[in-house]
């Protein structure tokens, strides 16, 4: 069975670009993760789904971090414009439901802002 | 967000030494899971605990759920060579919430 798909595993851009990561979850799974992972630090929850409503984007910095999962599978997060400090490895994971702790992530998106 | 800390930050050790890490927090949490990440890679999970004082084992791995649902220990016996990487707590609340610690990088030395 396929696991967490993210791409791409790596992008660069210069500040002020528009940049879209992608994932496609593991089939069957309703709930959604979009981490960030800073250098050295453990992921920090961007966003969360249920199928394909965001039940948690508290910690999504709106002015330039949008996402979505319009069809309750796979899911694209997008930053624009981006910024220096944006640089990171986005993760994304899913669990069988949201009622669930296994999460299974995929490899991650390196993203790095000159 | 809020971050859990861990410690120690980093260990460097010799294979078939033993490896104690440990997990704490501010708050309470309902689940305490332990992940280890490898370069490049996601984390994967190793071992999730959902009961305080509960003590649970994959293998080498041993882990244990505080007592005061603040912590967690994590060990690991007789370590190999493939047990280098990042180790990283969770904790989980009752809105399904995950917050993840500032990890432990360990290095072992054949």
């Known amino acids: 069975e396929a696991g967490v798909v993210q791409s791409p595993r790596y992008k660069i851009i210069e500040k002020k670009q528009p940049v879209a990561f992608w994932c496609n979850p593991i089939s069957g799974h309703n709930t959604l993760y979009w981490y960030l992972q800073n250098l050295g630090q453990g992921p920090e929850l961007l966003i969360r789904?249920?199928?394909?409503?965001?039940?948690?984007d508290s910690q999504l910095p709106k002015d330039r971090f949008s996402a979505e999962r319009l069809k309750g599978v796979d899911s694209t997060l997008k930053i624009q414009p981006a910024e220096l400090g944006d640089s990171a490895v986005y993760l994304c994971a899913s669990s069988l439901d949201g009622n669930t702790d296994t999460q299974y992530f995929g490899p991650g998106t390196r993203l790095t802002v000159l | 967000g809020q971050q859990l800390n861990q410690s120690p930050q980093s260990m460097f050790i010799q294979e078939g030494e033993d490896v104690s890490m440990n997990c704490t927090s501010s708050?309470?949490?309902?689940?305490w899971l332990w992940y280890k990440q490898d370069p490049g890679e996601g984390p994967v999970l190793l071992i999730a605990?959902?009961?305080?004082?509960e003590l649970t084992s994959n293998g080498r791995l041993t882990a244990q759920f505080g007592i005061t649902r603040k912590d967690s220990f994590l060990n690991i016996s007789a370590s190999i060579p493939s047990d280098v990487g990042i180790y990283f707590c969770?904790?989980?609340?009752?809105?399904?919430?995950?917050?993840f610690g500032t990890g432990t990088s360990l290095t072992v030395i054949p």
């Open positions: 789904y249920e199928n394909e409503e965001a039940v948690d």
């Open positions: 969770a904790g989980a609340n009752t809105g399904n919430q995950f917050y």
């Open positions: 605990l959902y009961k305080a004082g």
């Open positions: 708050s309470i949490f309902n689940t």
